[in-house]
C-alpha cells in the first residue's frame, strides 16, 4: 500500500533548526518526485521544495532558500526536510506530497512546527 508518513514536527524557539522526515514506499520514490509542502489553515497551500530521483535534484521555494534542505535516503525510503534559522512565519503543517505539482496522487497527514519563543 502506498503510503507518506511524516515525522520530527514540534515547538522550536525562533532562531532555532528542526528537521521533519517523510517515510515514503519504495514504488513512489521509484515513481515520483517527491514535494514539501505547508499549509496555515484559511492560505493556500505552499510549495517548499521538491527533490527528483535520480539524481536527487531539489528545487526551493525563495522563502525558504538557503534554510531549509531537503534530501532522500533512498535505503531507507525517507525524505528529510532540514528546517534552520526558524521564524514565526514557518508556523504550519508541513507535509509531504505526489506529485510536487497540481492535485496530490499521495500525501501524508502532516506534522505541526510551531515557532514561537
Known amino acids: 500500500q502506498v503510503q507518506l508518513m511524516e515525522s520530527g514536527g514540534g515547538l522550536v524557539q525562533p532562531g532555532g533548526s528542526l528537521r521533519l522526515s517523510c517515510a515514503a514506499s519504495a514504488d513512489i520514490l521509484e515513481s515520483y518526485a517527491v514535494g514539501w509542502f505547508r499549509q496555515v489553515t484559511g492560505k493556500e497551500r505552499e510549495a517548499i521544495s521538491c527533490i527528483g530521483a535520480p539524481d536527487g535534484s531539489v528545487d526551493y521555494a525563495d522563502s525558504v532558500k538557503g534554510r531549509f534542505t531537503t534530501s532522500v535516503d533512498n535505503t531507507n525510503n525517507t525524505v528529510f526536510l532540514q528546517m534552520s534559522s526558524l521564524s514565526p512565519d514557518d508556523t504550519a503543517i508541513y507535509y509531504c506530497?505526489?506529485?510536487?505539482?497540481?492535485?496530490?496522487?499521495?500525501r501524508g497527514q502532516g506534522t505541526q512546527v510551531t515557532v514561537s519563543s
Open positions: 506530497a505526489v506529485p510536487c505539482d497540481g492535485e496530490h496522487d499521495y
